[in-house]
């Protein structure tokens, strides 16, 4: 856990400025680099565009009490600093009401001691599993209305490397930003590849300016790993699989991710490419307006059968006299997911038997080519395909469907993120193998067009699936009486 630490950063604040009041609240500096400071400074503005959505929801006390004074804590970027403190909140107002409660133990299985604080969604209780999905929603709520300031300085580009046209539109933005024009000197990243690129011409980036030097850098999927805090921004250039790599490579911090439409879809792709000058200079002056986006936490959990000979009952060890022993399984690599979790019969020829729990209890088995586990941002994608429904991203839902299932008495189902599912699956892993999914705690930070909201979300539907299009009904036509 030493290493998840590095990804954390202590959040600076520049002054708090109401649109109602006058009043400035100046917040102390803790920190002794001067770029530090200038690089994580936070500036939150209520958005009077925005000032009818849940207005009552949002009172000065509040935004006083998540912009408070923090000393260092084991927290990631700005926005995970605010779900912690939501989350401290909600734990001292359970404290002090009806008293200590008997905790409930943690729905999955642990290779832990059982001391240690958890990391992962899946060994939170339920309650812990209920307190963070809550402050995720809560946090999610105000950030709708207002707009934040950051002081941007270390902007990291994602583009599709071996498109020509998307390249050029890259350097473009690049140039954009290393100008001596603009005010503040920023630090841009490509990806790596983009260095040699004859396209991309970083040589002559360089060389049209000495202050260019050392500013445009390069990033690699290591670094993206390992420090995500490096960045400040980020901009995708092409569709939704662009942003969905996007979340693919910062697996826990994700900075605040503004994506230009250059792609087939654009469900997430909210801004326009042509004008992105404008749209760069009014986000990083005026501010941005933040949707989190629910992500899951996908875990591979192994069987430890050393034998290699699958004996025991899955439901047994899940939910049965084995539940609570932690040596039956181990956990084999987590992921944070945007869009969705598949499980499928891959190159088996025949149908799947699938063994679904939800926390402590077995729900059903599935016998289809697989199912489709899809977050609300996910529900426009496989989910769709497979016959799940539309749903609102702001929508704290998981949405199960199965594909091709060998009933027609299976109908896609919508269950509360605060649920933990495991499915059992018999392809790429072993019997006894299963799959456990539950509510990531590091959501998807997606800047939205300023006061549209859920306008937007409609519009996208109706223009890239022609969701309820069509001709309009024809008005009858009366008949006219003649006079014989």
């Known amino acids: 856990m030493a290493e998840q630490k590095a990804y954390h950063r202590q959040l600076q604040?520049?002054?708090?400025?109401?649109?109602?009041s006058t009043e400035r609240q100046e917040l102390p500096d803790d920190s002794s680099n001067s770029e530090s400071e200038y690089q994580h400074a936070l500036e939150v503005i209520f958005d009077a565009e925005n000032s009818h959505r849940r207005k009552s929801s949002m009172t000065n006390v509040d935004v006083a009490r998540m912009l408070r004074p923090k000393r260092r804590e084991d927290t990631a970027c700005f926005v995970h600093q605010l779900l912690e403190d939501e989350r401290k909140a909600k734990k001292a107002t359970a404290l002090n009401g009806l008293g200590?409660?008997?905790?409930?133990?943690?729905?999955?299985?642990?290779?832990?001691?059982?001391?240690?604080t958890p990391k992962h969604s899946r060994l939170l209780t339920k309650k812990q599993l209920s307190d963070m999905t809550w402050g995720v929603r809560e946090l999610s709520k105000k950030l709708g209305s207002l707009r934040l300031r950051l002081k941007v300085k270390t902007v990291f580009i994602l583009?599709?490397?071996?498109?020509?046209?998307?390249?050029?539109?890259?350097?473009?933005?690049?140039?954009?930003?290393?100008s001596t024009e603009r005010?503040?000197?920023?630090?841009?990243?490509?990806?790596?590849?983009?260095?040699?690129?004859?396209?991309f011409d970083a040589k002559g980036l360089l060389s049209q300016d000495p202050s260019h030097e050392g500013r445009l850098k390069y990033w690699t999927q290591e670094l993206c790993a390992k420090h995500p805090n490096t960045f400040d921004f980020v901009l995708t250039l092409g569709g939704d699989g662009t942003v969905l790599y996007a979340s693919w490579l910062f697996q826990r911090v994700v900075p605040p991710v503004l994506s230009f439409a250059l792609g087939s879809l654009g469900f997430l792709t909210k801004f326009d490419y042509n004008g992105f000058e404008n749209t760069l200079a009014k986000s990083f002056v005026e501010g941005i307006t933040v949707s989190l986006r629910l992500r899951f936490e996908g875990t591979v959990m192994r069987s430890q059968h050393k034998d290699g000979k699958y004996k025991s009952d899955l439901v047994e060890e899940l939910i049965g006299e084995e539940s609570d022993n932690n040596h039956t399984h181990r956990a084999d690599g987590s992921?944070?997911?945007?869009?969705?979790?598949?499980?499928?019969?891959?190159?088996?020829?025949?149908?799947?038997?699938?063994?679904?729990?939800?926390?402590?209890?077995?729900f059903t088995t599935v016998q289809a080519d697989g199912i489709c586990v899809a977050t609300?941002?996910?529900s426009t994608a496989y989910n769709l395909a497979a016959g799940g429904s539309l749903c609102h991203p702001e929508n704290p839902v998981i949405l199960v469907t199965a594909i091709c299932a060998h009933t027609l008495s299976f109908r896609p189902i919508i269950l509360p993120?605060?649920?933990?599912?495991?499915?059992?699956?018999?392809v790429e892993l072993n019997p006894g193998d299963y799959v456990t999914i539950s509510a990531s705690r590091y959501p998807f930070a997606n800047v939205q067009p300023q006061g549209r909201g859920s306008e937007e979300w409609v519009n996208s539907i109706s223009r890239t699936l022609n969701w309820n299009s069509r001709q309009r009904q024809k008005s009858f036509k009366e008949w006219e009486q003649t006079e014989e």
């Not at 604040?13 to 109602?20: A, E, G, H, K, W």
């Not at 583009?159 to 290393?178: C, M, N, P, Q, S």
């Not at 992921?335 to 077995?362: C, K, W, Y």
């Open 13 to 20: 604040m520049s002054p708090l400025r109401d649109s109602t």
């Open 417 to 426: 993120d605060t649920i933990v599912l495991r499915a059992g699956v018999p």
């Open 335 to 362: 992921h944070q997911i945007l869009n969705e979790i598949v499980i499928d019969r891959g190159p088996n020829a025949t149908m799947s038997t699938i063994e679904i729990f939800g926390d402590d209890e077995h």
């Open 159 to 178: 583009t599709k490397a071996h498109d020509e046209d998307l390249i050029g539109y890259t350097r473009k933005v690049v140039e954009w930003l290393l």
């Open 183 to 199: 005010s503040t000197p920023y630090i841009v990243y490509v990806e790596n590849t983009l260095e040699h690129s004859h396209n």
């Open 100 to 116: 200590e409660i008997a905790e409930d133990r943690s729905v999955d299985k642990s290779n832990g001691t059982g001391n240690e």
């Open 376 to 378: 609300p941002t996910g």
